[in-house]
Nanobody
Framework: QVQLVESGGGLVQPGGSLRLSCAAS????????MGWYRQAPGKQRELVAI???????TYGDSVKGRFTISRDSAKNTVFLQMNSLKPEDTGVYYC??????????WGQGSQVTVSS
């Protein structure tokens, strides 16, 4: 069984910063990639950022230059540093881990609200 535990969401003013963390544990067949997706009310879930086992990163267009994804492979943990936050960044952020099978695993979701 695989567990993903997210932390770091919350309420922040426009222009502020937040840092999300996601720690994976359990019966993983190695980790191929880790990443973050988000879902705003009434919208489909969209890619925010992913990072693979080599450290290569991919970002959604709307967050490029503002968000940074990183990982601590020894601790099976992925981070998302979010700077210059905008109201349109509001949503539930989900951590995703893909192993080499490949199987996908999702975190419980973290609410991020950007509002004055």
């Amino acid at each position: 069984q695989v567990q993903l535990v997210e932390s770091g969401g919350g309420l922040v003013q426009p222009g502020g910063s937040l840092r999300l963390s996601c720690a994976a544990s359990g019966s993983l067949s190695g980790i191929k990639l880790m990443g973050w997706y988000r879902q705003a009310p009434g919208k489909q879930r969209e890619l925010v950022a992913i990072i693979n086992s080599r450290g290569d990163t991919t970002y959604g267009d709307s967050v490029k230059g503002r968000f940074t994804i990183s990982r601590d492979s020894a601790k099976n943990t992925v981070f998302l540093q979010m700077n210059s936050l905008k109201p349109e960044d509001t949503g539930v952020y989900y951590c995703k881990v893909q192993d080499w099978v490949p199987d996908d695993y999702w975190g419980q979701g973290s609410q991020v609200t950007v509002s004055s």
